[in-house]
């Protein structure tokens, strides 16, 4: 496999339920994100981490928590979730080094709570 | 703070140039990009200019930058209906990326 691969693809959970988003990067890059895409609205970067050290947590809600075990996977692990949380969320990777950082995305997971 | 526009819709006939335009605020962006988006997929990196430069041509994309109005723009020459996507401005700043709305790209056959 290459690029940067979600699962699942679509999922469906209701308020009370615990679930979680699974990313990996098969390009050798060092840092990896979580984005949320929503209608109409510009992307808004959810967490960074880089070399697996957390850099930038954008005032997200802690109903929403990563993980980053290696530099080769992300997980958001999601519990008691609200509807406005439905959304597309995109996991992205890029090198660490240097000002051009180029993200390459994965196809992204498109949540629906319930 | 950063800020990235671009208008929402673009409707263009197949054949004919697309244009597609962006502006930003930071004028410490080092570089700017722009990422295409099909349905049901993630962004796709297109083209990015380092922010020195004025122009970039990459086959049927050329990039223009106005670095003194803060305006960036994606030309399409020669739209097919494989160009229908949403297109989205970016500008980099550090390790900050920030995207702008998308403008949705129709191409009329």
Redesign the interface.
């Known amino acids: 496999e290459t690029g940067v691969t979600q699962t699942p693809r679509h999922l469906v959970m209701g308020m009370t339920n615990k679930k979680s988003l699974k990313c990996e990067q098969h390009l050798g890059h060092n840092a990896m994100y979580w984005y949320k895409q929503s209608a109409k609205k510009p992307l808004e970067l959810m967490f960074v981490y880089n070399f697996k050290e957390q850099t930038e947590n954008n005032s997200v809600p802690s109903r929403f928590s990563p993980e980053c075990p290696n530099s080769s996977h992300l997980f958001l692990h999601l519990h008691t979730l609200q509807p406005e949380d439905s959304a597309l969320y995109l996991c992205a990777s890029s090198q660490e080094e240097g000002p051009n950082r180029p993200l390459h995305f994965g196809n992204g997971t498109r949540l629906t709570v319930t | 703070g950063e800020d990235?526009e671009q208008s929402?819709f673009l409707s263009v006939r197949e054949g004919d140039s697309s244009v597609i335009n962006c502006t930003y605020t930071d004028s410490s962006s080092?570089?700017l990009?722009w990422?295409k988006q099909e349905p049901?997929?993630?962004?796709?990196?297109l083209t990015?200019i380092?922010s020195n430069m004025d122009m970039k041509q990459d086959q049927r994309l050329t990039v223009l930058l106005n670095k003194k109005d803060k305006h960036l723009s994606l030309r399409i020459a020669d739209t097919q209906t494989g160009d229908s996507a949403i297109y989205?401005c970016a500008e980099?700043m550090?390790?900050?990326?920030?995207?702008?709305?998308?403008t949705k790209l129709q191409v009329i056959p």
């Open positions: 990235v929402l080092t570089y990009y990422y049901g997929a993630g962004l796709q990196l990015y380092f989205f980099s550090n390790q900050k990326v920030t995207f702008g709305t998308g």
